[in-house]
């Protein structure tokens, strides 16, 4: 039989004919993409022609396609519908593929032919794009150690090939700790204070495992709710540590010595090419630029927001020790609980109340509906495109002038083969061949939301509706790319620039006349009622503090983590306690740890960055403000934000990007009149 990755794509757009895929095509198809791009490579360092933009850099940027093709699909496949025989193929072909990157990075020839039309760069008629495409072609090098000796190269190749395995294996070990988990519950008095969603998913649950009963889980639609309204403590407290201790038991899943081994492997890649630690390295490409700037902006935000944090958390024990008695300790897995009877008390919300306006297909149809009305581009499913899921749809996305724009795919419930939380992906990047036609992407959101059961559809909460919206705006991102080399289109940007884009869509969560175009009772057609959306504004900064200083302490604990000088030999839980305590509001509890299963800042790519999503807060909030200045649908400013920033990628500094849509550099007061901090 074909291999269907070797093949022209014979479907709609060219996209992925995940219906032709086998498990035994990844293997051979990737050899026979790191066989060709090693035939292309080869093609420019004895090309006897002395080195131009063209015969280097745009060859170099051509090579590789059909190992990107394979690599795209299986690595976002890992994420959102894997299994065991893929991981398996994964785990066998990362040391390869990894040796593969090496041989490029490290190949001397092609160095020396980058660094030639480097040093030539400003006697060359280069466009802005084409120079930023050298000098981030040159940088990556020398970042992938180009520059090294043949010792440590030999040093990094070692060091690259283990970091691979270890992230591979770190993110398998969280995703079956997540999914061997289940809390059994047979006795009905165990679903006291669970809202009728939450006992219906559990059912729902169960009886797809085969069991009698209800069964709770680690995903965050089964997990979420539970903390929040089960009125056992007992039983908060099991989920809880369950949930905080994974990948910390003595067995297969452990991830308690990788962490070790990802951040000493880090450190010393990071001091072998000449920076202080991995933070240095990894911030000379960002906005922040270094550790300092990262701190300042964290400690910005402790000054700011604990005041009324502490506040926040203070009146939450009140309640609880109201109902409990004095002598009542508010301890973390009491905190939702809590913190959801106060928010009902003083807003009269409860977010059960709110589900039956935020039918999944209405949200879907607001949040599109949003984009047309912005940007005029629509959205119309085609069943032709193949799809990776029967849970998956895909759209093809028109511009506003009837063109071709993209194709999204939408990814919404959780399943066994898929990780936690809510992504965007790319499995198609957009560029401009050499004939100048404009080859657009294809993006997928991700999501791990509310499922429906066999009496209701998948009715969302607020907050899951936030997290469609900031999925949805990663792919305006994506889907609005217009530049010429893949490499920088997109969301191939800054890191702590890439989440401006996703966090502007959320602020639309709390705006009226927004919510109004969709929220609609699911069974009566009834609009949300106004007395409901003010209470939605009015409690939109409800624990805004509390989730300030939890966001900062993940800073705070990847930055302790990737500013180190020294190999890290200790106890990892203390040394977590430790990096985060300034922006504690509650107290630690014995054995849990959050750095095992830290997906972001050891497998993903948010090593010394998770500082981006306040980082890019300021942006969003100061970026907004020009939407409620100008009006929230008001398409002259939503243009501007698609030509300076949307389409843009990464062919210019964030910076000047930013400054060219809002006028100016950002400031934090923005985002502290937002929060009613200021």
Sequence with gaps: MQNPFLEPYDTPHGTVPFNKIRLCDYEPALREGMRQ??????????????????????????????????????????????????????????????????NINLNEKLFQRV?????????LTLTAEERRLLEKTYDGFVRNGANLNDTDKVTFRKITMELSNLTLRFSQNHLKETNSYEMLLTDPEQLKGLPESAVEAAAHTAKEKGKEGWIITLQAPSYVPFMK????????????????????????QNNIEIVKQLVNLRMEVAQLLGFSDYADYVLRKRMAENSGHVYHLLDQLLDAYTPAALKEVEEIRTLARKTEGESFELMPWDFSYYAEKL?????????????????????????????????GITFKE???????????????????????????????????????GAWMTSYKEQWIDDNGHNSRPHVSVTMNFTKPTAEKPALLTFS?????????????????????FQCMSGTNVYWDFVELPSQIMENFAIEKDFLNTFACHYQ??????????????????FNVAYACLRQVSFGLLDMAWYTRQTPFEGDVRSYEREAWKRAQVLPQVEDTCMSVQFGHIMSGGYSAGYYSYKWAEVLDADAFSVFKEKGIF?????????????????TEHPMVLYKRFRGQEPTIDALLKRNGIK
């Excluded at 090693?38 to 170099?60: C, V």
């Excluded at 660094?115 to 006697?123: A, G, I, N, S």
């Excluded at 919206?469 to 217009?482: D, I, K, Q, R, S």
């Design 37 to 102: 791009e090693d035939e292309e490579i080869k093609a420019i360092t004895e090309n006897p022609e002395a080195p131009t933009f063209a015969n280097t850099l745009l060859a170099l940027e051509h090579a590789g396609k059909l190992l990107d093709r394979v690599t795209t699909v299986m690595f976002n496949l890992m994420s959102s519908e894997t299994c065991d025989e893929l991981d398996a193929i994964a785990e066998k072909m990362m040391p390869e593929l990894s040796e593969h990157g090496n």
């Design 524 to 541: 009566t057609d009834g609009a949300i009622p106004a007395d409901l959306l003010q209470r939605i504004v009015d409690a939109s900064n």
């Design 343 to 375: 928010k009902n008390e003083k807003f009269n919300l409860d977010e059960e109340a709110l589900r039956p306006y935020f039918e999944l297909s209405r949200v879907e149809k607001g949040v599109f509906g949003l984009a047309t009305r912005l940007y």
């Design 115 to 123: 660094k030639t039309v480097y040093e030539e760069r400003d006697k």
């Design 464 to 484: 899951e509706v936030n997290t469609f919206l900031h999925e949805f705006g990663h792919a305006l991102h994506g889907m609005f790319a217009n530049t010429r």
């Design 382 to 420: 085609n069943k032709d495109i193949p799809v990776y899921h029967p849970d998956v749809k895909a759209y093809e996305v028109f511009d506003k002038d009837g063109s071709y724009l993209a194709v999204l795919y939408t990814d919404f419930h959780p399943r066994e083969g898929k990780r936690s």
């Design 634 to 650: 008001n398409t002259e400013v939503a243009q501007s934000f698609r030509d300076n920033i949307l389409s843009k990628g990464g």
């Design 229 to 252: 309204y089960s009125a056992i403590r007992d039983l908060r407290k099991q989920l809880y540590m369950a949930y905080n201790t994974q990948c910390t038991h003595e067995n297969g």
